[in-house]
T-cell receptor
Framework: ELKVEQNPLFLSMQEGKNYTIYCNYS?????LYWYRQDPGKSLESLFV?????AVKQEGRLMASLDTKARLSTLHITAAVHDLSATYFC????????????????FGQGTILTVHP | DARVTQTPRHKVTEMGQEVTMRCQPI?????VFWYRQTMMQGLELLAY????????DSGMPKDRFSAEMPDATLATLKIQPSEPRDSAVYFC???????????FGSGTRLTVV
C-alpha cells in the first residue's frame, strides 16, 4: 500500500523567511501533485510534476521531484501572509503494468502559518 | 475556467436517511474521483472511475455507500442509510492525468445528526 508522508505537519514561519516542506512516498511513481487548501475551501492545484528532476516555480513557491529518492519538496521563499494555508502533496500511483495512472494518494497536509 | 460542479454544497440530514451527492466533471476529463475529508483521517479516496468504468472503490464502506457514473456528465455518491460518522466534506475531482492534473470541486459538507 502506498504511503505518503509530509513533514512538517505544522509550520509557523515569519514573513520574509525561507522554508521547505518535504513529501516522501513509499512506492515507485513519477507523477506528483501539490495542492493548496484554504480553510473551508476546495483544493487548488499548484504544481504538476511528471518526471524525475522536474522543477516548477510559481511566485514564491518552487516544487521539485526526485523519483529515485521518492521525495518531493515545496520550497517557500520570502514568505508572506497570503501563503498561509494547508499544503498537500499527492502521489499518482501507476497500475501494475505502469500503463495507467489516476489513483491519487494524499499526504496528511502541512498547515502553514506566516506571521509578521 | 472550466470547473467541477458539486451539489449540494451543504447537507444536514438525520441518521438513517439516504443522501445523494452529485458531481458534474469537466467535459473531456476521463477520470473522476470521490474523496472524503475529515480532520481525523485527512483525504481518503472512496472511489474512482476511468471512462465511466469503476476502477477502484476499495476505500468505500460497501454496505452503505455506492458510487455510479450513469453518463459522462454525472457522477453520484450515495449513502444509505447515513450515520453520524459519515459527517465530512466530500470532494469530487476530475482530470485526465498528465500535465493537466486533476481539478477538485467545491465539495459537499455533509452533517448527519
Amino acid at each position: 500500500e502506498l504511503k505518503v508522508e509530509q513533514n512538517p505537519l505544522f509550520l509557523s514561519m515569519q514573513e520574509g523567511k525561507n522554508y521547505t516542506i518535504y513529501c516522501n512516498y513509499s512506492t515507485t511513481s513519477d507523477r506528483l501533485y501539490w495542492y493548496r487548501q484554504d480553510p473551508g475551501k476546495s483544493l487548488e492545484s499548484l504544481f504538476v510534476l511528471l518526471s524525475n528532476g522536474a522543477v516548477k516555480q510559481e511566485g514564491r513557491l518552487m516544487a521539485s521531484l526526485d523519483t529515485k529518492a521518492r521525495l518531493s519538496t515545496l520550497h517557500i521563499t520570502a514568505a508572506v501572509h497570503d501563503l498561509s494555508a494547508t499544503y498537500f502533496c499527492a502521489v499518482d500511483k501507476p497500475n501494475a503494468g505502469g500503463t495507467s495512472y489516476g489513483k491519487l494518494t494524499f499526504g496528511q497536509g502541512t498547515i502553514l502559518t506566516v506571521h509578521p | 475556467d472550466a470547473r467541477v460542479t458539486q451539489t449540494p454544497r451543504h447537507k444536514v440530514t438525520e441518521m438513517g436517511q439516504e443522501v445523494t451527492m452529485r458531481c458534474q466533471p469537466i467535459l473531456g476529463h476521463n477520470t473522476v474521483f470521490w474523496y472524503r475529508q475529515t480532520m481525523m483521517q485527512g483525504l481518503e479516496l472512496l472511489a474512482y472511475f476511468r471512462n465511466r468504468a469503476p476502477l477502484d472503490d476499495s476505500g468505500m464502506p460497501k454496505d452503505r455507500f455506492s458510487a455510479e457514473m450513469p453518463d459522462a456528465t454525472l457522477a453520484t455518491l450515495k449513502i444509505q442509510p447515513s450515520e453520524p460518522r459519515d459527517s465530512a466534506v466530500y470532494f469530487c475531482a476530475s482530470g485526465s492525468g498528465g500535465a493537466g492534473g486533476y481539478t477538485f470541486g467545491s465539495g459537499t459538507r455533509l452533517t448527519v445528526v
